[in-house]
């Protein structure tokens, strides 16, 4: 049978390329979610600053839920975003272990550079630069050029970050902490031995200076541990750990010390691993569902050749096993071809991951063979078992009716198929109904919504020969205004409708899948700008790049101009929901002072009071309400960006959290838990007689280099929070919707490359080459029709309830050229893909191609 498969594949290449095509773009697109999910995984760097301690204790950051005891935990953590504290405590505690030789501590700080011009210094990587006390430099090999910073005007930089400023020993520099910028004396340089590009810039105060810069009483960021000599470095962390017995501390050493000292490792590694596997579990779908189609298509037009080697004495089994093992052939061919595709990829995306947030500007994927072993497996597996499933019914008939039923397509479909296919559709109407009558429940109707529409796809797909059978009874009139080659292009579909079925199931898995993707987000991102154009009451917003001094909101306030004003905190923290096994949800929060909430921002109240706001109480979007099943007076479980703990009371509920933030709370709350310690804007709402605040605005910004007076209307970071997530979901759709669309280029060839019979019959009788050419544009019409018009019907009744959970309304925001170009562009990719084969097949003369091989 393998002798007879490899003969097959060479003297069958139009169905092997079409084969092909679909594992190869399959294993690529596998390739990709495995590449970035590995990433994620093993995402490190190595250490700089702690490169000379042989342990480092920080804080493990990650929170757990409390019902994870004895549970997988990794499946149920979810990352913090802002440094989890250490225990001063802990130092003075790891100096009395065994094999310790000296205990460091690292505090940090806000530190910006003002270089020449009065312009805030980017930091190494684009990141802001940051400070530390001078001790923490004997966890790094630094090197000293000059001396050590003492007293409260002196610092040292490192040597790229003076370069930058243009600065040397005994200049003066111009830095700026959560206050005005101060002028200090610079006393050193110093650099990192061995590493000649930092990835973080950092500039050195006194100890003294830095404890009371950080206003942390008993904390410090991380705790250094430098082993006494004759040491093991792995019995030291075991050591350390035991002596700690804190869960909430992690103790690395050797690479993962790179973890303690760079969070945005660590944060971005599981959001990656978080957003790969969300898209992996999509596109796996789609793939073997296009595996499933294209085998399926490619055994049915060897109908003919199955059949005679039935009437041959071909056992099931023996011809099982030879289309099993043409498909493993190409199988692993198209997933190793495919791998280096989807590195390629995943380089060609690396910049826009890096400008959404998802990694850092310096991410560099893992390019292992993990992914790749993955991708041939899943692409072997997948066509192993689609090809089975496609010669299930070859197998199963006798011998003599696999060759009436090759001379003539069933137009029926089996009992079981059909039944399977009423009870899918059943079960989509019964999902609908479910939706619309849990009004504003927004988890239950994201959920919903979610499995709406891969029941739709599928439901098309097993009702493929019926749905087609209807489209065409309403596209009938149309076909018949063409009184010839309508007419013919008719006949035609009637008469092979599985054949219809095969071309117009990728168009609608391609309109459905990429239209409900696009337009929930599209839907869900003119929510939030409207919400935040509606609930921004305040007049002017103040912002900086890198964070606003907490200074600038206490300055503004006390402008005669300025009626009230408000810093606003961001960050991301975790909640605990209300039913039983509910994982750990983040959420997004922000902070702002209780007294000039109402005056700054409408967040729309729906229950409650929030003028009740209080460093005990917080404000919950109805969106969190809902996904955490928690309403007013109820206690919340949370744990801040830094891990605290909290369970405040919830004293109001609000609608427009879309366009701020799912949590809202006291402002010195959540700026104390955040790790800048700085505002991300300040709100400002003028007096109403008041003159020239714009200008008195942009003078107090002027004393705080980098911050600017901007239009309330712009963006904001939630709004940001939103493209970001929303461009996750263009990526998904625009990779399924390539997937798909070529794959039904690659269906239309299939099926026209396997007509020329048909198509020499028709010449031999009489028609015309272009009578021909017309009939296929009239077929092609008509598959584009079906599958445009019964994809946008499937993708309807997810998205009517994703708009009832994010905007309480069944209509959904469809831009219309965006419509235009995901119909339009399968449209016409399904047309080229039908005619351009039937050119070349006429090209052939009739009594030639009478002859040829199926």
């Keep these: 049978m393998l002798v007879l498969a490899l003969k097959t594949l060479r003297t069958r290449k139009g169905s092997l390329i079409g084969t092909f095509v679909a594992l190869f ?43 994870s005891a004895g549970k997988n935990k990794a499946a149920m953590a979810q990352p913090l975003v802002e440094r989890v504290p250490v225990a001063a405590d802990a130092a003075r505690r790891l100096a009395a272990v065994a094999g310790v030789g000296s205990v460091v501590t690292d505090i940090g700080v806000p530190a910006r550079v003002i270089g020449p011009g009065g312009i805030v210094l980017p930091g190494a990587t684009g990141a802001p630069s940051t400070g530390h006390n001078w001790s923490s430099t004997r966890m790094g090999p630094y090197t000293l050029s000059g001396r050590a910073p003492a007293g409260d005007h002196q610092v040292v930089l490192d040597e790229k970050l003076a370069q930058r400023a243009q600065v040397t020993v005994g200049d003066t520099v111009s830095l700026m902490t959560r206050s005005r910028p101060q002028r200090f004396s610079v006393t050193g340089v110093v650099a990192l031995h061995g590493v000649p590009s930092p990835r973080q810039s950092v500039v050195f105060f006194s100890d003294d200076l830095t404890k009371r810069l950080a206003a942390r009483e008993g904390v410090v960021d991380a705790v250094g541990v430098l082993a006494a000599p004759g040491s093991n470095a792995k019995q030291l962390a075991g050591t350390v750990a035991a002596a700690l017995g804190d869960r909430h501390l992690a103790v690395y050493r050797g690479q993962d010390r790179g973890q303690a000292e760079f969070l945005d490792v660590a944060a971005t590694g599981s959001t990656l691993v978080l957003v790969a596997s969300a898209v992996a579990g999509n596109v ?13 298509l490619a055994m049915a037009h060897r109908r003919r050749e199955t059949a005679l080697l039935r009437a041959v004495g071909a056992t099931p089994g023996q011809i099982r096993r030879m289309v099993t093992a043409e498909a493993l ?64 019914r070859a197998n199963r008939i006798r011998p003599v009716e696999a060759l ?3 001379a003539l397509e069933r137009p029926d479909l089996g009992k079981g198929r059909l039944i399977t296919g009423c009870v899918l559709a059943a079960g989509a109407v019964a999902v609908f109904v479910t939706g619309l009558t849990h009004g ?22 097993v009702l493929g020969p019926p749905m087609s059978r209807m489209s065409l009874l309403v596209l009938a009139p149309l076909l018949r205004t063409s009184k010839v080659t309508g007419y013919l292009a008719a006949a035609n579909h009637r008469a092979h409708l599985r054949r219809l ?40 917003v103040l912002t900086a790049a890198e964070g606003v001094a907490p200074d600038v909101a206490d300055e503004v306030r006390r402008l005669r101009e300025v009626k009230s004003a408000t810093g606003v905190v961001r960050t991301t923290i975790v909640a ?14 922000q902070g702002v002072e209780p007294t000039a909430l109402s005056t700054t921002m409408d967040l729309k109240p729906r229950a409650g009071r929030l003028d009740r706001l209080n460093r005990n109480t917080i404000a919950l979007s109805a969106v969190a309400s809902s996904e955490l099943g928690r309403g007013l007076g109820d206690r919340v479980r949370l744990q801040l960006g830094d891990g605290t703990s909290l369970s405040p009371t919830v004293v109001a509920v609000y609608e427009r959290g879309m366009g701020f933030a799912d949590v809202t709370f006291d402002h010195d709350l959540l700026l104390a838990h955040t790790t800048s310690h700085l505002d991300a804007s300040v709100l400002v709402r003028a007096d109403a007689d008041a003159h020239g605040t714009a200008a008195a605005l942009a003078h107090v910004a002027g004393r705080y280099p980098g911050t600017a007076v901007q239009d309330p209307g712009a963006a904001g970071e939630q709004m940001r929070q939103q493209e970001a997530n929303a461009w996750v979901n263009y990526l998904l759709a625009a990779l399924t919707l390539v997937y798909a669309g070529v794959t039904v280029a690659n269906t239309q060839m299939m099926n026209t490359a396997a007509r020329r019979r048909e198509f020499a019959l028709l010449r031999l009788s009489g028609t015309t080459a272009t009578q021909v050419m017309r009939m296929m544009r009239w077929e092609s019409l008509a598959v584009v029709l079906a599958g445009v018009g019964i994809g946008t019907l499937a993708s309807v ?22 419509y235009l170009v995901i119909a339009g562009g399968t449209a016409a990719l399904t047309v080229t893909a039908a005619l351009l084969p039937t050119r070349a097949v006429l090209r052939t003369p009739p009594m030639e191609a009478i002859g040829s091989r199926d």
Excluded: K
Aim: one cysteine or more.
């Design 576 to 589: 605990t929901p209300a039913r039983a096994g509910g994982e750990l949800v983040s959420l997004s929060a």
């Design 797 to 818: 009744p997810a998205l009517v309830l994703v708009s009832l959970a994010v905007t309480n309304s069944p209509w959904p925001t469809v831009p219309p050229m965006v």
């Design 404 to 406: 009436g039923e090759a």
């Design 329 to 392: 052939t190409v199988a692993f061919v198209g997933g190793l071809l495919g791998w280096p595709v989807g590195a390629a990829v995943v380089h060609a995306m690396r910049d826009r991951l890096a400008a959404h947030g998802f990694v850092p500007p310096d991410f560099q994927p893992v390019i292992g063979p993990l992914p790749a072993a993955g991708a041939v497996v899943m692409t072997v597996l997948t066509a192993s078992t689609a090809v089975l499933v496609a010669a299930r």
């Design 284 to 296: 796996f779908l789609v793939t073997a569902f296009v595996v499933t189609s294209t085998l399926s």
């Design 501 to 540: 079925a095969a071309a117009v199931t990728p168009l609608i898995l391609a309109v459905s899948f990429a239209a409900t993707v696009i337009f929930a987000q599209t839907t869900a991102v003119q929510a939030a700008r409207e919400q935040m154009r509606d609930g921004m009451v305040a007049g002017h």
């Design 440 to 461: 504003g429940d927004f988890t239950t109707l994201v959920g919903l919504a979610n499995s709406l529409v891969l029941v739709m796809v599928i439901t098309a797909a």
């Design 25 to 67: 773009l399959g294993s690529a697109v596998l390739s990709v979610c495995g590449i970035l999910l590995e990433s994620g995984l093993r995402m490190s760097q190595p250490p700089e600053r702690y490169a000379a301690a042989d342990v480092v204790v920080a804080g493990r950051q990650e929170a757990h839920s409390p019902r």
